[in-house]
């Protein structure tokens, strides 16, 4: 590794130390069959609990917030410097891969744990955060900790039940966390000076571009809806072709018409990644189908302007064919864009590295969106194997999360929190 003369040189065990960390987290499951923790769970306690030494080895002190959030800090009671908060989220969708989330919590330890070993002194004070959920698998509902953070957690979501009856609030008492006392996690703007994330890309740009790291400029507000197609079933010997209101076929000519839309921009997707025949039989013409529809942009316009033309595409089609669609609303985020200020003093850690600097957008949603709405956020893309995620053969090598470590010790060394105070930008 190159750094500046002013600059200690990374230890090479920041990568090895990371995956064995990884390696360890992932056997807290709850099923031997496949990675899987969920928030409020006896696993996410024991993830919490795992974690939590690793921070006290590191010489942080450790605390769990009112939404079970996993802190660790470095500044002993000081409160009059700064605070650089890193950090991602600790808990997996069902059949995760070990990588996401957890690499943005570990491999801060690693470069901490190391800046004590090497007797690196930061002239500010730094936290580590593990967030409970982000993934929303058992509540239906994403960010609950960093929007919980940052102060815009909806009350409302308190009584949300997860598949078995369990409301959030009741799930936070056998946490052993007071339901009354759940929105007193978020933070104020001058608790956090800046927050920055470390997180695997879950897509291919960085592999096809042979690279390790890169910058992310902005992440993906995303729009979800269930569309319900309402037609008539019949037998499938007797209606004729031209008298049928089959919900299926359009059903399918509706996601057919979200994929040619989203072709039609580079910055948007659009995603039908569920679909229900009610009472489907092989002899049945579908009478009602359900389907979802995943709309992200880096560009809140972008995507707002593209629901509102599926709007009226999926009504066309409806009309044409004598069926009907309704829209029920499951989950919407605003894009958000990474702190300039913040991304160019990660952008030249990662130079002074010796590596080139990729700047890119992030399709997925993250923990910084929501920490944006708090301080200057920024992320770095690590590179993963075939860009998958959310898959038990989510991969990447250690020696990536050597370079991202190493990036991540340069940019502890030279963060500049007076930069960002005179930028004034969030």
Excluded at 18 to 37: G, K, N, P, V
Excluded at 43 to 51: G, K, S, T
Excluded at 186 to 195: M, N, Q
Aim: charged share 20%; aromatic share 4%.
């Amino acid at each position: 590794m190159t750094t500046s003369n002013s600059i200690s040189a990374a230890p090479d065990s920041l990568g090895h130390a990371a995956f064995d960390m990884l390696r360890q987290l992932s056997a807290i499951s709850e099923s031997d069959a496949f990675l899987c923790r969920r928030y409020l769970t006896p696993e996410h306690a024991r993830a919490n609990a795992l974690v939590g030494q690793w921070m006290r080895d590191a010489g942080l002190e450790v605390s769990v917030d009112p939404l079970g959030n996993l802190i660790g800090r470095t500044h002993g009671g000081n409160t009059n410097v700064p605070t650089l908060s890193l950090g991602s989220h600790l808990d997996t969708v069902r059949d995760a891969g070990r990588y996401d989330g957890a690499l943005g919590v570990l491999l801060p330890i690693a470069c901490l744990n190391a800046c004590r070993d090497a007797g690196v002194k930061l002239p500010f004070n730094v936290e580590i955060i593990g967030f409970g959920d982000e993934e929303g698998v058992r509540f239906g509902s994403t960010l609950i900790g960093s929007k919980g953070m940052a102060g815009n957690l909806d009350a409302s979501v308190l009584d949300v039940n997860d598949v078995d009856g369990t409301s959030l609030g009741e799930a936070l008492e056998a946490f052993g966390l007071p339901k009354a006392n759940a929105l007193r996690a978020k933070r104020l703007p001058e608790d956090v000076s800046a927050f920055l994330e470390v997180h695997i890309e879950q897509g291919p740009v960085l592999e096809s571009e042979n690279l390790a790291v890169g910058v992310v400029t902005a992440i993906a507000g995303a729009s979800r809806y269930a569309i319900e197609v309402a037609g008539l079933a019949g037998h499938a010997g007797t209606v004729p072709m031209s008298l049928r209101q089959d919900a299926l076929t359009g059903a399918a000519e509706m996601v057919l018409a979200a994929e040619t839309l989203a072709n039609e921009h580079d910055d948007l997707v659009a995603t039908a990644g569920k679909l229900e025949v009610a009472n489907g039989a092989v002899n049945v013409i579908p009478g009602s189908v359900t389907f979802t529809i995943d709309v992200r942009s880096g560009v809140d316009q972008i995507r707002e302007e593209a629901i509102e033309a599926l709007r009226s595409k999926f009504e066309d089609i409806a009309t044409r064919r004598g069926i009907q669609a309704g829209w029920s609303k499951l989950h919407e985020n605003s894009a958000a864009t990474c702190d300039a200020a913040l991304s160019e003093q990660l952008a030249n850690a990662i130079s002074a590295t010796g590596r080139p600097v990729r700047h890119l957008p992030s399709g997925a949603g993250h923990d910084a969106m929501a920490m944006a709405e708090l301080a200057p956020a920024a992320m770095l893309f690590v590179r993963c194997e075939g860009g998958i995620s959310h898959h038990p053969d989510e991969d990447m090598t250690v020696e990536d999360a050597q370079a991202a470590g190493e990036v991540l010790w340069t940019f502890l060394q030279t963060f500049d929190v007076q930069s960002l105070n005179a930028d004034g930008a969030n």
